[in-house]
């Protein structure tokens, strides 16, 4: 595992220029997914020591993260579509579900590999 550089922070910090964006040019809602990189935090909890078993639950934490991380989306664009049909409302939206849900999901990635290697 890699550690902490001295700009991984700054690259998760990179997502907060999303709340800039959310009234201005809905591409640079995209700016949210850096927020992803907060889970250096948590990879880095795990050290550099790489196993089968850590290789075990990289797995299994990434399909149950990435599965929720698309259920979310898939749901939350079925709601947004029920409530509106205004094409840029719609745009807009949708790249911000696509930014966040996978900074959620990359960081529940981390969350849960740490969790299922330590055990609690």
Request: net charge positive.
């Amino acid at each position: 595992m890699k550690g902490i550089g001295k700009y991984s922070i700054l690259f998760a910090l990179l997502g907060l220029l999303g709340f800039k964006e959310l009234n201005g040019d809905p591409l640079h809602m995209l700016y949210f997914g850096f927020s992803a990189n907060l889970s250096v935090i948590w990879w880095n909890k795990l050290g550099d020591y790489e196993d089968e078993r850590l290789i075990y639950n990289k797995h299994r934490a990434g399909t149950i993260a990435f599965y929720i991380g698309f259920i979310i989306a898939v749901i939350s664009t079925v709601l947004i579509r029920l409530f509106t049909v205004d094409l840029l409302i719609l745009y807009r939206l949708q790249i911000l579900i696509i930014a966040l849900t996978f900074a959620i999901s990359m960081n529940l990635w981390a969350f849960l590999t740490y969790k299922f290697d330590f055990g609690n």
